[in-house]
Every structure is written in structure tokens, then in C-alpha cells.
């Protein structure tokens, strides 16, 4: 390995200088030229994969900051281009967060993205975060600017839901609809979740498998719910729009909250006869896997 891409790899991140708020320098100037051509073809791998996929807003807002298969980002410039849209900033950090950061930066319109790059080895499936799921699958969003209310009102709810003891309830809301959300569209479903969009193999499966169930979107049933993070997900959850997401998240979360503690968990693959299904999956998929896996 050259000094270069030692330079370069995560490790690097992990060792350098942070803020109290775990931010620290991207030093967009140290990234080695495999590791922007690793951006370009995570880049355009997407945007093949995401036509007729990805929801309307997303790709509107793709173009207006001008992301591209032209190296990785440098999130000083891309904020300058997404502040005066919506408010909203990108800062580099090293690694995942603190709850308690991570919701502070959110409540004030920050959002904390991976400065590392995937390596080469898990460019299709990846354990944590990175500057290609961060900033191609959450930050174009945040240039919308109902959904970039969203994520502040999520930030802020945040705040109010580790002080109650209610983080698992809310952390399931991020996770169906930020991270793995569908949305209907006059074409059909269409992706918005970031998780999703980031991955090119989910992002068909999401949409065109019969494995996995498609349910419309209600808070307290997905607050409920139980989810895997080292796979494909069971059950995806479809909102209506952004405008009534966000219409759902300012209400008064406490009553919720009482009724959510007395509540039991809904296993991520079950459908409730209370559930709108939109179209109930095989979980064939995952049958398969099961069955490989014990023999």
C-alpha cells in the first residue's frame, strides 16, 4: 500500500483530530485517485440503476447540487450549494456518532457524513455508513425543502425521545422512512430512503421482488416494528409524501409514546390484519437463505 492510500483509507479519519461535535477536516485534498474513481463508478452504477426507481424529488435534487460522477464530493462546496436552498450543511466526521450528537447536529440542520470511502472489497454491500451513502443517498434530499423540515423535526424529536426512554421507537421511524422508505408516485412506487438508494441490488429488489412485503406507511405500526441491519429488509413501508410525513412527525409524540410502552413489537417480516398491504411478499428470499444457511 502507498503512503498515499494509507493516508487515505478510514483509519485515518479514526486518528485525526475531532470537535466536541465529532466533526473534524475532511482534507477532500489528501483522497488518492482510486478512491475518486471508487465515487465515480458507485456514481454512475446508481444513476443507471435509479431511472425509473428513484422518486421525482430525488433526482431533481441531484441536479440542483450538481453531485456527479466527477470524484468524491469536497462537503465544503456542496454545502455552499445546499445552505442557501434549505439551511441545512454537510459535516465530515470519522465514523458513526453519539445518539446525542447525532441528534444536535440534526435539530440544527447539520448533517454528519462519513468522510472515508468504501474499499474496494465491499464496493456492494457495506456495514457502516460511508461518504457514498452519506452524501449520493441522504444529502440530495436535504435540498428539498419539506423533507429538510422533516429531518429537523426528526432531530428534534430525538432529543425529546431520549429523554423519555423512547429511542427504539423512534429510531424504527428513521429507519423505514430515512433510511429505507418508499413513496407513492402516479408511475408507481418510487425509492426514497437512503439505505435503498445507495445500493444498487436493493434498489431492484425494493421495487421488483416478490420476497418482501410493501405496506402503506403508518407511524405507530412502523414505531412498533422490529428491522435487520445485515440485509435486505422483510417489509418496506410506503408514505404518501413528504408533505404528510412531515405532517405525521409535528404531532405530539408523548401519547404515542404511552401507547408504543404497553405495545408488543411487530416482527419485521409479519403483516398485521390492521396493515394496508400494497402487495404481500413470499419472503422467498429469505426462506432461501435460511435454508442455505442450516445445511
Known sequence: MTELNQSTEKSRYLSAPKRPD??????????????????????????????????????????????SESGIPDLEKLSARLTPLTGWQVVPVA????????????????????????????????????????????????????????????????????????LKNLARLYWYTVEFGLMKSADGLRIFGAGILSSATESVFALEDASPNRITFDLERVMRTNYIIDDFQQSYFVIESFEKLLQDSYQDFGALYTRLAKADDIAADEVTPEDHVISRGTLDYFKRKRASAIH
Not at 454512475?44 to 433526482?59: I, N, P, S
Not at 451513502?133 to 422533516?150: E, I, M, Q, R
Request: with cysteine.
Open 95 to 166: 465514523e458513526l456518532v453519539p445518539d446525542e450528537i447525532f441528534f444536535d447536529h440534526l435539530a440544527n440542520r447539520r448533517f454528519p457524513a462519513g468522510a472515508f470511502i468504501r474499499p474496494e472489497h465491499e464496493m456492494d454491500y457495506l456495514q457502516e455508513p460511508d461518504i457514498f451513502h452519506d452524501v449520493f443517498g441522504h444529502v440530495p434530499l436535504l435540498a428539498n425543502p419539506v423533507y429538510a423540515d422533516f429531518m429537523e423535526a426528526y432531530g428534534k424529536g430525538g432529543q425529546r425521545a431520549m429523554a423519555l426512554g423512547q
Open 22 to 67: 465529532f466533526t473534524l477536516d475532511q482534507d477532500w485534498g489528501s483522497y488518492s485517485a482510486a478512491e475518486h474513481d471508487r465515487w465515480d463508478r458507485l456514481f454512475a452504477r446508481a444513476q443507471t440503476v435509479l431511472k425509473g426507481r428513484a422518486c421525482d424529488e430525488f433526482l431533481a435534487a441531484l441536479k440542483t447540487l450538481q453531485l
